[in-house]
């Protein structure tokens, strides 16, 4: 499934980019509000999540790698919504980027190729939570035609303040 625009390449993740995942990641720990984990990871408590985001299925994991075996700017994936069978056709997703990536389209090339695999997949929706403010975050969203369906009002405490988180929804599926 590797697609590339304007020498960025996405593909699948593999263990080969666990450092670099759990970099970007920790960024937004360690920086912003936009996770809710307060602690940063080692790559090794990371693998897990990784495993978890198979090549194919629901739950995937897509990087946005600059050129081939050039550096990772970012990554999206689609996990699972809630533990119970009851949500296997719901997903979440989310999009991490490099902070000189942002801006760029980057979020865009992934989550294309994201959707494109989700609709051969038993999916239903998909949500996203976004902590609020993160207007690129609701624009990137709202092109992929997520809708606005609620608000958690200063659900968590970070950085010594409750912050806020919208829920988007994106209908999926062979009849959208």
Not at 102 to 119: E, I, K, N, Q
Request: charged letters at 25%; glycine letters at 8%.
């Amino acid at each position: 499934m590797p697609k590339t625009s304007t020498e960025v390449q996405v593909r699948p993740g593999t263990e080969g980019d666990l450092d670099a995942l759990t970099e970007i990641y920790n960024h937004y720990v360690r920086e912003t509000a936009v996770t809710f984990d307060t602690a940063p990871f080692t790559p090794e408590e990371r693998l897990p999540w990784l495993h978890s985001h198979p090549e194919d299925g629901r739950h995937r994991l897509l990087v946005a790698q600059q050129s081939p075996g050039s550096r990772i700017l970012g990554y999206a994936t689609s996990s699972a919504f809630r533990p119970k069978p009851a949500y296997e056709t719901s997903v979440e997703v989310s999009v991490y980027l490099t902070p000189d990536a942002a801006g760029r389209g980057v979020g865009t090339l992934l989550y294309s190729p994201l959707f494109d695999a989700l609709s051969d997949e038993d999916v239903h929706r998909a949500y996203a939570g976004i902590a609020l403010p993160n207007a690129a975050s609701i624009r990137l969203h709202e092109r992929f035609g997520f809708r606005h369906v609620g608000t958690y009002a200063e659900v968590g405490r970070k950085f010594g303040r409750y912050w806020d988180v919208a829920w988007y929804e994106k209908r999926l599926g062979p009849d959208c």
